[in-house]
């Protein structure tokens, strides 16, 4: 008997099905649609049977249908990334993180691990490293932009179990990475590092100000108040 929610079989989601066997009649309860684990985990169903006397007799049973959760979600990544990465920053910098979400209802269905994929194609494999657990994406090597600006890092988000779908449970997303430059003699500590070209007279600060190596044509200068 259908009932007033998806749960009790409002939208006819089991069918019964009789069949006769040894002079007994069975009613074999069969499904109409896709059940999805994580739209609804169990349904009660009210199951009727009447008899065809002249005085008609009812029962009722309630079948209680409790789903199984199968690995039919592949982990999604929320955003595609593009992050900048400062040359000269030491190895094991903290670049970026990633995050993929996986729709399964329980464990180790829904366990996102995080890769770098290993590819030829994958430019940036050799240069990246990716936390597993968190999805951290941190540095391998110190970075120079003059060798090269920009790198293609594929890494990739697997659940924890194998997939009930044919297809792969492993989902690759692409983060650029662009590396910016830095002036390796700045420092902030009180005094100034003076751009190329700056006007002879400019002030560089009140504080003192060291000799700063730095390329020409640059000029250091102090202004003294009067």
């Not at 008997?1 to 089991?14: I, L, R």
């Not at 993929?100 to 994929?117: E, L, R």
Request: one cysteine or more.
């Amino acid at each position: 008997m259908p009932g007033s929610t998806a749960q009790t079989n409002k939208f006819h989601t089991f069918y019964l099905q009789q069949r006769n066997e040894q002079s007994v009649t069975w009613a074999d309860i069969k499904v109409n649609h896709p059940l999805d684990y994580e739209s609804i985990k169990e349904y009660n169903l009210t199951i009727r049977v009447e008899n065809n006397g002249a005085q008609q007799l009812a029962s009722e049973a309630t079948a209680y249908i409790v789903l199984e959760d199968v690995n039919d979600e592949i982990p999604l990544f929320t955003e595609r990334e593009q992050e900048t990465v400062l040359e000269g920053e030491p190895v094991g910098s903290k670049v970026t993180q990633v995050n993929a979400i996986d729709k399964d209802g329980t464990f180790p269905n829904n366990k996102v691990t995080y890769y770098v994929v290993d590819s030829d194609r994958n430019e940036g494999k050799n240069y990246f490293e990716i936390n597993k657990d968190t999805g951290e994406i941190f540095t391998k090597v110190m970075f120079d932009r003059e060798k090269q600006g920009a790198y293609a890092l594929e890494v990739e988000a697997r659940d924890g179990a194998a997939s009930a779908r044919p297809n792969s449970n492993a989902q690759p997303n692409s983060v650029e990475l662009d590396l910016a430059n830095t002036s390796t003699h700045c420092k902030d500590v009180s005094t100034y590092c003076q751009h190329e070209y700056k006007r002879l007279d400019a002030a560089l600060g009140s504080a003192g100000a060291p000799h700063v190596p730095v390329s020409l044509p640059t000029f250091l200068s102090h202004r003294v108040p009067s």
